[in-house]
């Protein structure tokens, strides 16, 4: 099946700094990507849809000054945490559209000190 | 509002012991039903996509059917390499593609 890779598995960080994670579509092209966020003992909950080439679209409440998503090829999305605070500490996780099924990547977990 | 709902939270079978999770499901029109699987600390797995009542798809020890409110996932004689946290997720017709919207999940846990 397709391969969506994301990096990094795990990042510590301290209050204020901001964090960068990458998702990348291994064996396809993505137009769409799709960034998860998931706290402990929850379901993922959307977070925003990330466009080949232009703005992304947040769901309502995510803040898009905070989360910086930029997804300049076909293959990459960035989702980045600006001045990231203890409580945006969660699993993040992407997916990617491969024909009629949808991949995801094997999560990272931001923890903010 | 759109709602997926997942019984039971969590299920503790003993190998060979064939159970049922249940996605029930309200959408303004559906695109499609999926189902994942999630072990602790991943990204979720693909399992199934459904689009129509009456739909089934097998895939191993599972089994997923779909009716107008509801999705099964059967898991017959399961194994201890099956315990995993099950998702189940809806697609809204009226939603882009791939925006999906989950349940809670039913960790299942198969003891030896």
């Known amino acids: 099946g397709a391969v969506v890779s994301q990096h990094p598995s795990r990042v510590i960080c301290k209050s204020g700094t901001s964090v960068k994670i990458e998702c990348r579509s291994l064996?396809?092209?993505?137009?769409?990507m799709f960034w998860y966020r998931q706290f402990p003992k929850q379901s993922l909950m959307l977070m925003a849809t990330?466009?080949?080439?232009?703005?992304?679209?947040?769901e309502q409440g995510v803040e898009k000054d905070k989360f910086l998503i930029n997804h300049a090829s076909l293959t990459l999305s960035t989702l980045t945490v600006t001045s990231a605070h203890p409580e945006d500490s969660s699993f993040y996780i992407c997916?990617?559209?491969?024909?009629?099924?949808?991949?995801f990547g094997s999560g990272t977990q931001l923890s903010v000190l | 509002e759109d709602q997926v709902t997942q019984s039971p939270e969590a299920l503790r079978l003993q190998e060979g012991e064939s159970s049922s999770l249940n996605c029930s499901y309200t959408?303004?029109?559906?695109?499609?039903l999926f189902w994942y699987r999630q072990d602790p600390g991943k990204g979720p797995e693909f399992l199934f996509t459904?689009?129509?009542a009456g739909e089934e798809k097998e895939k191993e020890r599972l089994k997923a059917t779909l009716t107008k409110k509801e999705s099964f996932l059967h898991i017959t004689a399961p194994k201890p390499e099956d315990s995993a946290t099950y998702l189940c997720?809806?697609?809204?017709?009226?939603?882009?593609?791939?925006?999906?919207?989950f349940g809670a999940g039913t960790q299942v846990v198969v003891t030896p």
């Open positions: 997916s990617a559209r491969d024909m009629e099924r949808l991949f």
């Open positions: 990330s466009n080949e080439g232009s703005k992304a679209t947040y």
């Open positions: 997720a809806v697609q809204a017709s009226t939603d882009s593609w791939g925006k999906l919207q």
């Open positions: 959408v303004s029109g559906l695109r499609g």
């Open positions: 064996d396809f092209q993505a137009t769409t």
């Open positions: 459904l689009y129509s």
